[in-house]
């Protein structure tokens, strides 16, 4: 399901924009928090080679999405790669960085690549 994309080097692909607007829940603790209903893996501080998805390159690729979330009413898909958030290339990101990056925004502006769509 991977692009086999080295990362900083040009893609061809189509990008699909998405908007994921986060939704309040209240925590186990009471508070209020957004949820955007998705998880991510890889990275480049990550050994692709252990990616139990299969993944071939160093990207930020969407490994879970919620039945119902935000993410999966917004379009969001398991294997999507994450190319930008709100204008943050995202193609040269550790793992870390792009889960503080996706936490801190409310709204996420993404732009993503989708194996097998090469063309709208």
């Given amino acids: 399901m991977a692009f086999q994309h080295q ?33 991510i893996g890889g990275g480049i501080d990550q050994d692709f080679r252990k990616s139990p998805q299969g993944y071939t ?8 999405v919620h039945e119902g979330s935000p993410a999966a009413k917004a379009g969001l898909r398991i ?5 930008q958030v709100n204008g943050y290339d995202f193609t040269m990101v550790t793992h870390k960085k792009g889960v503080d990056y996706i936490k801190k925004h409310p709204v996420l502006n993404m732009l993503v690549a989708r194996k097998g769509v090469t063309q709208s």
């Fill in 79 to 83: 294997h999507d790669k994450i190319l």
């Fill in 57 to 64: 390159d160093n990207g930020i690729y969407v490994t879970e």
């Fill in 7 to 39: 990362a900083g080097t040009a893609m061809e692909c189509l990008s699909i924009p998405i908007k994921l607007a986060k939704e309040p829940i209240i925590d186990g603790d009471g508070r209020e928090v957004l949820i955007c209903g998705f998880k």
